[in-house]
């Protein structure tokens, strides 16, 4: 039985009494969930589960035995029961009678589907053979920083033999496929006793007969290569640090400096989010003094691989001597020069019938001192392959500090990356939505027009930054929408329009968070009613500081990011019927409104030979989930226009008798943020169910 808690140690979380309630595929279900639950174990997407389980044939009503495994695409920690494929274990046995050898391996996945079982839908992935022909019920493969440390050293196979005896065998480097299937076949009849296998720089694999001994058998080899490297890799982490790790308020000012840079040259063909880290782990790599001739190794274990590509780029950046602006001046030189590497890559590694070359940027960008930036098409895959380099970087700890680290040879890495079956499932991947890759900041976030903006750029695959002056309401934003979206597509920043330094700031953490910028929506509002005689200071003031200042504010800071960028922009104004059609007892909100049109006109004008569109939302009469409705405003309208039923009034006014919705607002600026106004500038789209007074011409 293992320990509880052992300090570094894994933990063993199985609980008999809840297993003992479950059936066996409900087992599988909680052992995978417990295995991918520990980034030490298996990183997100990586590894696989399976249990030869026997089933009721749905024909014949007999018994047969049924393979349970992952299915092509899943992750162990968030897998549910119908994430798992199930295939008749008679039927994978006899497709051996029907492999031509390893020259056409390949042909071998398009039999899988003939093996179903149940009509399951699920596809099964390149590893089903690897878990059907282990000759025992339960089998796990794992990829555990501590172990692929042992796989991806110089000298693994006596490690292996060293650290575990004749319990954990050792093969070597083999591609995911049917061989590799029958390769475990072998080694398991001709070690009968063996608990595992260590694949050299893959990963881990585990057998038994039982679910419970199957996860405990992974737990207890994890920690015995915990254990291994704790009493025995003493030496300073990757040689030692060689220069100074910045302050944590700096590395965020380097990161928010380079971001948008990068964002803007690797994306003119498909945008980008980006994603940093300056956990511990990444600093120790980045302060190191092997940091450029380990990184120029890549990455070992296929998954690390494919998710971070070849090699990472490093930043030429000094932390002892920062000079922020040189290292900007040598990006494009150093983009460009990763780029021209990556296609020779390619022409000196491609087979005929391989792929056309893919986008050949880094994914990874190491930055001394600073900490790693990754870039993906959305933020939650720029944050997995960041996750994924992490454990590269404890794999190269590991391996460097007992031995030499060792990663994929260069052949074997495009092989994968450039793999049939690799593309295939690329290409089965669903078309991208229009606004993926797109970042959003949205003013006034939290209300009901922002809110309702945000929820329908992140429909459209959009990031979100929510700001907004009223931190209750933000927090319960972006708790709703990342319950919606995930977690990963929206942030929040509390900002005041006025205050510069606050715009400042929130527009600095935009770019921390997502990498960029794409597009502004300017919507904080609020809204006044008074007499001119009656009209305050004070209250005038308030109407042209948030509603024209507060607009010149957040549009200056996104002109500059935009052209930091030179990707182009996009500006959407929500003004008001009013600043087009004055109203009685309005004046000061009216004006400021005309002064915010008037802005958005001149930002086009400016914005234009930079493809940075700026156009404006007009709504009238918003009146569900809008805060400035709410209190003194909505009585003294209604109190102008002598109705106890605003709504109704407002409804009954407009030329197609109809009310206006926050979600009315929110589709117009999906509308010009989108592609599909993409010649449109300087334009003006009332949202009013008709008031002839504020036609535009």
């Not at 692929?148 to 000298?155: G, V």
């Not at 291994?228 to 380097?254: S, T, V």
């Not at 450039?418 to 690329?426: Q, T, V």
């Not at 910028?517 to 109407?543: C, F, K, P, Q």
């Amino acid at each position: 039985m293992l320990d509880e808690n052992l300090g570094a140690r894994l933990a063993n979380l199985w609980d008999d009494a809840r297993a003992s309630t479950m059936s066996e595929p409900e087992r599988l279900l909680y052992r995978s969930n417990l295995l991918g639950s520990d980034k030490r174990i298996t990183n997100y997407g990586g590894g696989n589960t399976s249990a030869k389980v026997i089933g009721k044939d749905p024909l014949t009503a007999g018994d047969v035995e049924v393979l349970w495994v992952k299915g092509s695409g899943g992750d162990v920690g968030t897998i549910r029961m119908d994430g798992f494929a199930t295939l008749y274990m008679d039927r994978l046995n006899a497709l051996k009678g029907l492999y031509r050898g390893i020259e056409h391996e390949d042909e071998m996945v398009g039999y899988l589907s003939h093996c179903t079982f149940d009509l399951n839908p699920r596809a099964a992935s390149i590893d089903t053979p690897l878990h059907a022909f282990v000759p025992r019920k339960h089998v796990d493969h794992m990829h555990p920083d501590a172990v692929i440390a042992i796989a991806a050293s110089k000298n693994s196979r006596e490690l292996t033999q060293k650290i575990f005896g004749n319990d954990i065998g050792w093969l070597p480097w083999k591609r995911p496929g049917f061989e590799l299937g029958l390769w475990l076949e072998k080694f398991c009849r001709d070690n009968p006793k063996a608990r595992g296998v260590v694949l050299e720089s893959h990963g881990l694999f585990t057998w038994a007969d039982t679910a419970k001994d199957c996860y405990e058998t992974t737990i207890e080899i994890i920690n015995k290569a915990i254990a291994w490297f704790e009493e025995n890799n003493k030496a300073p982490a990757f040689g030692g640090a060689a220069r100074p790790a910045l302050a944590a308020a700096e590395r965020r000012k380097i990161a928010e400096k380079l971001m948008p840079v990068i964002r803007g040259m690797i994306g003119k063909d498909e945008r980008k989010v980006g994603h940093f880290d300056d956990s511990d782990a990444v600093l120790d790599f980045v302060t190191s003094g092997n940091l450029e001739p380990l990184a120029a190794l890549g990455t070992s274990c296929p998954d690390h691989f494919l998710r971070t590509k070849i090699r990472p780029l490093v930043i030429d950046f000094n932390p002892a001597n920062p000079d922020i602006d040189a290292t900007l001046a040598g990006l494009a030189d150093a983009i460009a020069a990763y780029r021209a590497g990556y296609a020779a890559y390619y022409e000196r590694c491609k087979r005929p019938g391989s792929p056309a070359m893919r986008d050949p940027n880094a994914v990874v960008y190491l930055v001394p001192g600073v900490g790693m930036i990754t870039f993906a098409r959305d933020k939650a895959t720029a944050r997995i392959s960041g996750e994924f380099y992490v454990n590269a970087i404890n794999v190269m700890r590991g391996a460097s500090g007992v031995s030499d680290y060792i990663g994929l040879p260069e052949q074997e890495a495009f092989d994968i990356e450039y793999w049939l079956l690799e593309e295939a499932k690329l290409q089965r991947m669903p078309k991208p939505k229009s606004l993926a890759g797109r970042i959003a900041l949205v003013t006034g976030g939290a209300g009901g027009i922002g809110k309702a903006t945000a929820d329908r750029l992140m429909a459209e695959g959009a990031c979100v930054m929510l700001a907004d002056i009223d931190e209750a309401a933000l927090a319960t934003a972006q708790s709703e929408l990342a319950g919606r979206y995930g977690k990963d597509f929206v942030r929040s920043v509390a900002m005041n329009v006025t205050d510069e330094a606050l715009v400042a700031r929130s527009f600095a953490e935009t770019l921390v968070e997502f990498g960029g910028l794409d597009i502004l929506v300017s919507n904080a509002g609020l809204a006044s009613s008074a007499l001119i005689e009656d009209t305050t200071l004070e209250l005038w003031n308030r109407n042209v500081d948030i509603l024209a200042t507060g607009y010149f504010l957040v549009s200056r800071e996104a002109f500059r990011i935009f052209r930091k960028q030179k990707a182009g922009g996009n500006v959407v104004f929500v003004a008001s019927k009013n600043g087009l059609a004055a109203s009685p007892g309005a004046s000061a909100y009216c004006t400021a409104k005309a002064a915010e049109i008037h802005l958005a006109r001149c930002l086009a004008l400016e914005g234009a030979s930079e493809q940075i569109r700026v156009n404006v939302v007009n709504p009238d009469a918003v009146l569900r989930g809008s805060k400035i409705w709410t209190g003194e405003w909505k009585e003294q309208r209604a109190a102008t226009y002598k109705t106890d039923d605003l709504e109704a009034h407002y409804r009954e006014r407009s030329m197609l008798k109809l009310s206006v919705f926050p979600e009315d607002i929110a589709e117009a600026i999906y509308f010009l943020a989108s592609d599909m106004s993409a010649k449109s500038t300087g334009n003006i789209i009332n949202v009013d169910a008709g008031n002839a007074q504020s036609f535009t011409r």
